[in-house]
């Protein structure tokens, strides 16, 4: 079963770090481009980064360029968003989401949640 | 960066309903667009990929339509399932970006 799972979340102070991680299973990871997706209380769907199947090719939004590092190791099957400088605008709940190149994000994790606050 | 813009953003509709949502894109993205439903305190599910294709285990009552910046998803029937929030979303560049959402409420 092809499956992701994140971890990582929690409660944080604006100004801090966090780490988030996804443990993908099921699936060939290192064949696969991986993206961050985040969703704010009561919002829509937000991109926030991609990484290509072999980490040479890495985009972000505006909204967390400079900030945000997408990272992943794909010996341990395992992808990454490394957070700092967070903002209150930060708090979401983060997906991870496997894509094919043609058929879009194919594949959710449940989601881990970031919470910003003082 | 390519905007997506959805309309309506909420839509009341009763079951056996045909319910349509458009998709408009600020540039075209040809038919790399693909449309996703999301229940409450779930992740979001693909359900139609390359502006037309019905993903695997996807009811047919759903459709999808369009290329360039004009793309529309239909129910061709509602059922009491697809009571949900359904996002667009372009992949022709690599900044990904969502639509706002539409709210498929009961009538």
């Known amino acids: 079963e092809v499956q992701l799972v994140e971890s990582g979340g929690g409660w944080v102070q604006p100004g801090g770090s966090l780490r988030l991680s996804c443990a993908a299973s099921?699936?060939?990871?290192?064949?696969?481009?991986m993206n961050w997706v985040r969703q704010a209380p009561g919002k829509g769907l937000e991109w926030v980064s991609k990484?290509?199947?072999?980490?040479?090719?890495?985009y972000y939004a505006d909204a967390v360029m400079g900030r945000f590092t997408i990272s992943r190791d794909n010996g341990k099957e395992l992808l990454y968003l490394e957070m700092s400088s967070l903002r209150d605008e930060d708090t979401a709940v983060y997906y991870c989401?496997?894509?094919?190149?043609?058929?879009?994000?194919?594949?959710w994790g449940q989601g881990t949640t970031v919470t910003v606050s003082s | 960066d390519i905007q997506m813009t959805q309309s309506p953003s909420t839509l009341s509709a009763s079951v056996g309903d045909r319910v349509t949502i458009t998709c408009r894109a600020s540039?075209?993205?040809?038919?790399?667009l693909a449309w996703y439903q999301q229940k409450p305190g779930k992740a979001p599910k693909l359900l139609i990929y390359?502006?037309?294709k019905l993903e695997s285990g996807v009811p047919s009552r759903f459709s999808g339509s369009g290329s360039g910046t004009e793309f529309t998803l239909t129910i061709s029937s509602l059922q009491t399932d697809d009571f949900a929030s359904y996002y667009c979303?372009?992949?022709?560049?690599?900044?990904?970006?969502f639509g706002q959402g539409t709210k498929v409420e009961i009538k």
């Open positions: 540039q075209s993205v040809s038919r790399w």
């Open positions: 390359q502006a037309s």
């Open positions: 979303q372009q992949y022709n560049s690599e900044s990904r970006t």
């Open positions: 099921g699936f060939t990871f290192s064949s696969y481009s």
């Open positions: 989401a496997k894509e094919d190149y043609a058929n879009g994000m194919e594949v």
């Open positions: 990484i290509s199947a072999s980490s040479a090719s890495i």
